[in-house]
């Protein structure tokens, strides 16, 4: 158990929708990522938080967002969606930018 | 753009053949590789960071090493349960940026050892 927490674990919906997944990081962890993982395109990075604020960014969608709360948690709004957009998102934690990131179990999205 | 390379592909075992997974990397600035174990459907589990060209790192059947273009995961013995996706990352350096605190990831290497 590396003590990042997602939910939920699966999400099944349709196109057009908009979905929210939801990250908890390890105690005491101050950077939160986002990643996308889909059999061709491999593990995709998608964006960075430290201490609530926005640090860094991948090639995320327009149709995606993300914030991070006071209390460290993130959440991460996929909207308008595709049925490419089916894949396994992946949050992790690190206690600093440059430390080793532990990841959660993921969220695996398919869009019908 | 940071860029890292894993090869094999794919690699089959006989349990107790030991064997070499290679990470080739260009990044600019380095200021850490990692590698990870990934099970089918799970998430990345961490098993070693190495920061600097010879360094080296052990946990039980794994060591992993580090030069300046490339990094290595040494199985020795490999048992069944070691079978999974091995994953090479590198962070670059610098405070700012779009890369700030990103992992770039190659392939991986999907181990398979059989009994």
């Known amino acids: 158990d590396s003590g990042v927490t997602q939910t939920p674990k699966h999400l099944i919906t349709a196109t057009g929708q908009r979905v929210t997944l939801r990250c908890s990081p390890r105690?005491?962890?101050?950077?939160v990522y986002w990643y996308q993982q889909s059999l061709d395109q491999g593990l995709q990075f998608l964006i960075h938080?430290?201490?609530?604020?926005?640090?860094a960014k991948g090639n995320i969608l327009e149709r995606f967002s993300a914030q991070q709360f006071p209390d460290l948690h993130s959440e991460l709004n996929l909207s308008s969606l595709e049925l490419g957009d089916s894949a396994l998102y992946f949050c992790?934690?690190?206690?600093?930018?440059?430390?080793?990131?532990?990841f959660g179990q993921g969220t695996r999205l398919t869009v019908v | 753009e940071d860029q890292v390379t894993q090869s094999p592909e794919a690699l089959r075992l006989q349990e107790g053949e030991s064997s070499s997974l290679n990470c080739s990397y260009t990044?600019?600035?380095?200021?850490?590789l990692f590698w990870y174990r990934q099970d089918p459907g799970k998430g990345p589990e961490f098993l070693f960071t190495?920061?600097?060209a010879g360094e080296e790192k052990e946990k039980e059947r794994l060591k992993a090493t580090l030069t300046k273009k490339e990094s290595f995961l040494h199985i020795t013995a490999p048992k069944p349960e070691d079978s999974a996706t091995y994953l090479c990352?590198?962070?670059?350096?610098?405070?700012?940026?779009?890369?700030?605190?990103?992992?770039?990831f190659g392939q991986g290497t999907i181990l398979t050892v059989h009994p």
């Open positions: 990044v600019s600035g380095l200021r850490g």
């Open positions: 938080y430290y201490n609530g604020e926005e640090r």
């Open positions: 992790a934690s690190s206690s600093a930018p440059y430390t080793e990131a532990f």
């Open positions: 990352a590198v962070k670059r350096g610098g405070a700012g940026g779009t890369s700030y605190g990103k992992l770039t």
């Open positions: 105690s005491g962890d101050l950077s």
């Open positions: 190495l920061y600097s």
